[in-house]
């Protein structure tokens, strides 16, 4: 009986010092920050996220000077795939990500945790040469149809066809990056293409014509994005984590004051995507409810219907516990620390307002 009762204690005593000691663990001198994206021609820029908006105005950077932490951007071109590689490498500690990499990367054993929402409500469009004779999606059926597989633009494709009463094997898929699909619609090497806000470039410079857009038909069939950190580097550095998600909602709070719209776009605009292009794009969208940080029950729902969605697609194979997953505690302090709590409400698994 004393045996047992010292080795609890011990073991109790071990852990706690394990829990301080995590905590305790001295500063990164640098963190690295990913984008599951890049800018045309590479460029170190991205466009439609409240991440890029940091950025460019340094509110992470601001939030870590006291503590002499620099922060080090990283683009790429592989988009949520070659992120998830980096995370599994220990080359990131924080991404912005869309919901499926992020969802195939957790099933596949990667220990991230999501801290805050980036980007909402994310449509995708179908877009076909200028020329086509397509008006629909029934009539590309069996056609030639570029895809980029693995990003969330891939199960967002496959809800939507789903929702339409198509499955994948109904087209000719093609596995094409943004920029190879853009130049394979221009020269009419594809039929058709699944893309996001690229779709309205095509469009204006006269290579294409959207003939659907999935936010227009149903909410539940827009793409999600947020930003997210690794499981240990969490657990050892909970304080960097605050200022990190601290820098995020100031960005995302700056961008919903109406007088800097221009602004964002113009920020944004330096992926080399036109200001014009970026204003048809948010016509009518509200930069309140889709570059919200707040982790509400439409985010979780979302999220659980791609872990459901993914599973019955055989995108994954392992199960996710999204309520562990998710850590809410980080964007509900800084949202009621820095005084934002009544300009981002919380909407209902139907993206309906909860009244509060």
Do not use: C
């Not at 820029?45 to 908006?53: G, H, K, P």
Request: proline fraction near 4%; hydrophobic fraction near 40%.
């Amino acid at each position: 009986m004393k045996h047992t009762l010292l080795t609890s204690l011990l073991v109790a005593l071990l852990g706690s010092n394990l829990s301080v000691a995590l905590a305790d663990a001295p500063n990164p001198q640098v963190i690295h920050f990913g984008m599951a994206t890049v800018g045309k021609g590479g460029v170190p820029y991205s466009v439609d996220n409240t991440s890029e908006l940091a950025h460019q105005l340094h509110t992470i950077e601001d939030e870590l000077k006291a503590d002499n932490i620099q922060v080090e951007w990283h683009y790429f071109k592989g988009a949520g795939p070659a992120v998830n590689e980096a995370l599994a490498n220990q080359q990131l500690d924080f991404s912005m990500q869309g919901d499926l990499p992020a969802t195939i990367g957790k099933a596949g054993g990667l220990d991230t945790r999501l801290l805050a929402t980036d980007r909402l409500l994310n449509s995708t469009y179908l877009v076909v040469p200028v020329d086509s004779p397509a008006k629909a999606l029934k009539d590309l059926k069996g056609k030639r149809v570029a895809l980029f597989k693995g990003t969330n633009l891939h199960l967002a494709t496959l809800r939507t066809l789903g929702h339409e009463g198509f499955n994948e094997r109904d087209f000719r898929f093609l596995n094409m990056d943004t920029a190879t699909a853009s130049a394979a619609l221009a020269s009419k090497d594809i039929d058709a293409g699944w893309y996001g806000p690229e779709a309205f470039e095509l469009q204006n410079r006269g290579l294409g014509r959207i003939i659907y857009d999935s936010a227009q038909v149903n909410d539940n069939l827009t793409r999600q994005a947020h930003v997210l950190v690794r499981g240990e580097f969490e657990r050892e550095h909970p304080h960097v984590v605050q200022k990190v998600v601290n820098g995020l909602v100031k960005a995302a709070a700056w961008a919903a004051d109406p007088n800097n719209r221009e602004s964002a776009l113009a920020m944004w605009a330096k992926s080399g995507t036109s200001i014009e292009t970026l204003r048809e794009i948010h016509t009518g969208k509200s930069f309140v409810r889709n570059y919200s940080p707040r982790i509400d029950p439409f985010f979780i729902a979302r999220y659980r219907a791609t872990v459901t969605e993914a599973k019955a697609l055989r995108l994954i194979r392992g199960d996710i516990d999204v309520d562990q997953w998710i850590e809410p505690k980080y964007v509900d302090t800084a949202i009621e620390q820095l005084g934002f709590q009544a300009l981002w409400p919380s909407y209902d698994a139907n993206n309906q307002p909860i009244p509060k």
